[in-house]
């Protein structure tokens, strides 16, 4: 079954998915001016937004993978 496929830019649900990750990028939820927690010598902090990072890229992957039309376009094949 072939799902209905438009560019991402018109869909408001990946920018609200986008807008969500990078409010999650901003380390602004984090209590300041206490001691950073740290596991295994590293801030909290770090580690979650490394985890964002890579949630952005794996939802980055998934937005090019299943939203966006790329058969209008000819492929490189064709054009030999």
Request: proline share 8%; glycine share 4%; hydrophobic share 45%.
């Amino acid at each position: 079954m072939k799902q209905n496929t438009r560019e991402p830019i018109r869909n408001y649900k990946i920018w609200l998915g986008f807008l969500i990750i990078f409010i999650l990028l901003n380390p602004w939820y984090f209590p300041s001016g206490e001691e950073p927690v740290l596991v295994f010598g590293v801030p909290l902090w770090a580690l979650v937004i490394l985890g964002v990072t890579v949630m952005l890229s794996l939802y980055i992957t998934y937005v090019i993978r299943y939203h966006w039309d790329i058969e209008d376009e000819p492929s490189r094949e064709e054009e030999k």
